[in-house]
């Protein structure tokens, strides 16, 4: 298997160049040259295999001869070992909960899966890698869990101070050995721009070695089509057009979810389920992507204002917005109405979410409204609502019962450090940790 990049400057490369270099040398983002369909047969074969197997099945067309097969199995294995449950709120509304991984979010699948995928490729590497990660919430604690003590891997988290829960925050700054955090003055938008530029940088390149775990990895995203086949194996075998709601911030989890459609799992339209950083619901009506600074908002991990994966949502869809709008419909949600949403939730069906998938059934119900006919919708559920434990309070006048593994990271000291926005600064601190 080959990779190519949205950029169209750079030469073709193997998985391991990819998931290596994480951006490519002209500056845009790796895709597979081709993506393997599978058979309606095979479709049907999932539904009665292990959760595991499917997803070593999904997985292995894009890995071609660079994993050995006892290798690649290891690796999903070990990754993917906690479940993904469907629960139906309705006849025709279902929540997949993907919150049921070490750190409760759904950036388990992709951060543990990669992080296996690294240390395999660096594993006769003499020089220490260093893996750079901006997050607005849930990626750091996915991250820094999947990479602790892994050998010959140190990770740099950068996160918009005072723009996550403490629960997020405790989650990645509290842990120390191979696990630096860095506190930014500023938001999500500088933090991502940080890790950027250091990747553009020819002379910080040369004297580090350097990747990315953002889902602008290619390593990122092709885990994150586990769940979306799961949905499809979960739900009972229908005619019904399948329209998934996807909350959604850098958009790596929609991209991810057009994979598994362009693999053959059978959905009628993907709904991107935005928060007041709309940038992509507003092409999608106007036909102009105009990336803005990020605005703060309770569903602050889909905080962003130039999503990294639009260019891959492109690609796709051929670079033409009549197949971007036949792929996906979109909707925005202000923080008013994803605390109304929660707190409905609750009422009719006592059933506690988190802001970013109440901002997915928000999206759902927008895209009913207009779209009457006949469909079955899922909401990808994305974080477990402890971690957002404020803003449920807020929303519900209730708290949620804090997990145990949750629970035990909030008694323990921040070890972040603070860094300004400045680019200077930040490489800096790489040449010299």
Sequence with gaps: MRYRSTGGQAPLTSLRSAVLRGLAPDGGLYMPVEIARHSPEE???????????????VVRPFTGSELPEEVLWQIVSESINF??????????LHILELFHGPTLAFKDFGARFMARLMAYFVRSETRPLTVLVATSGDTGSAVAHGFLRVPGIRVVILYPRGRISEAQEKQFTTLGENITALEVTGTFDDCQRLVKQAFSDAELNQRAFLTSANSINIARLLPQMFYHVAAYRLLPATSTPLIVAVPSGNFGNLTAGIFAKRIGMPVARFVAATNVNDAVPEYLRTGEFRPRPATATYSNAMDVGNPNNFPRLLALCRNRLDEVRREIWGHAATDEETLAAMR??????????DPHTAVGVLGWEAYRREHPEPSQGIVLSTAHPAKFADVVLRAVGTAPQLPERLAVYLQRPKLSLPMSAAYEEFKQFLLTR
């Excluded at 049907?44 to 997803?55: A, D, Q, S, Y």
């Excluded at 479940?83 to 025709?92: E, I, N, Q």
């Excluded at 409905?344 to 979410?353: G, N, S, T």
């Design 43 to 57: 479709l049907e074969e999932f539904r009665r295999l292990p959760f595991t197997e499917v997803c070593y099945r």
């Design 83 to 92: 479940p993904v449950r469907l629960v139906s709120l309705s006849p025709g």
């Design 344 to 353: 409905q939730i609750h009422e009719r069906h006592h059933y506690l979410v």
